[in-house]
């Protein structure tokens, strides 16, 4: 039954950069660049945490952004239309210039910060755990309060360290990030409120090509944070927008979810998805607002 609502996977197909190496496929939304660049702006100082670690608040910058692969390294260097959107970027480096029209990739360089970990007291150091924070796949969700607007917030993806061979920062330990635009957010506190959630569930593909046994770790506006259940177990190789099904079994409030969701996110034991719907006599229904808190409801009461 569920194959009926699934075709073939329609996730990115991770082709191959050849300076870049492997990153997911990123659909570029104009008005979230221009955001992106306005309360992200090169050189700011910025705050950050690694691996949805709020507890953990670190110092970094901006130092370029990183557009098809070409470096941009002033704000100066990106040319915009009457209202303030970018129409192109300049590498002064490579002598390239690229219309937002050929934009394909575009990711942010930072400096590699993990001798900051040395500063932290044991019980935070020890939360970074043993694969560091600037593992590649790992998430660093950045921080910043420029634009007089409040807090904005986005979350990355570590693509790869990098050792340039030339430009400003020659053989400088730097770390290239992949925005995920979809959680950029620009308010006084996070539009998506996380709550914190412990509630097992069964983690399928609709093919039935796999199954895991997970643990919803937190939720918010339609989004789900869940983690393996074993140690030392992986997470099912999924790549983003690739459809998911997630079942649980609620007690306290005598209800059976078959959820379809979204792939946002995964890493080596976790895994972010946005729920698209659930499955109700043999259905696809939407969440309506209701529904998502009745959700929310039932795994905060679920007594597990």
């Not at 300076?19 to 570029?28: E, N, T, V």
């Not at 309360?39 to 690694?50: S, T, V």
């Amino acid at each position: 039954m569920l194959k009926s609502f699934f075709g073939k996977s329609t996730g990115p197909a991770g082709g191959e950069e050849p300076a870049l190496g492997r990153f997911p496929a990123m659909r570029i939304d104009l008005g979230k660049i221009k955001t992106l660049i306005d309360f992200f702006p090169i050189g700011k100082k910025l705050r950050y945490y690694p691996e949805f670690k709020q507890e953990i608040v670190l110092d970094t910058l901006i130092v370029a952004y990183c557009v098809n692969g070409h470096y941009v390294y002033s704000s100066e260097a990106i040319e915009r239309d009457a209202d303030g959107f970018p129409t192109a970027f300049l590498s002064n480096e490579s002598a390239t210039r690229t219309h937002v029209s050929k934009l394909k990739l575009f990711q942010l360089l930072v400096p590699d910060t993990s001798d900051l970990e040395m500063k932290l007291d044991y019980q935070r150091w020890a939360l970074i755990g043993r694969g560091r924070q600037f593992q590649q796949g790992n998430c660093i969700s950045l921080i910043s309060n420029a634009g007089g607007r409040g807090v904005s917030t986005l979350d990355t993806e570590v693509a790869r360290q990098v050792d340039l061979p030339d430009g400003p920062y020659a053989h400088a330990n730097m770390v290239l990030l992949t925005p995920d635009l979809f959680t950029l957010s620009v308010s006084d506190q996070r539009k998506k409120t996380r709550t914190k959630i412990f509630c097992p569930v069964k983690l399928f593909s609709p093919q039935g090509k796999f199954s895991a046994l997970c643990t919803i770790v937190d939720i918010s506006e339609g989004e789900l944070r869940m983690r393996v259940r074993e140690r030392g177990t992986a997470m099912p190789l999924l790549q983003r927008g690739d459809a998911v099904i997630v079942e649980t079994e609620l007690a306290e409030a005598e209800r059976h979810y078959l959820i379809k969701a979204t792939v946002i996110r995964r890493s080596a034991e976790t895994c972010v998805i946005h729920l698209d719907g659930q499955i109700r006599d043999g259905k696809l229904q939407k969440f309506a607002a209701l529904d998502l808190l009745e959700l929310k409801s039932g795994l905060l009461n679920s007594g597990n």
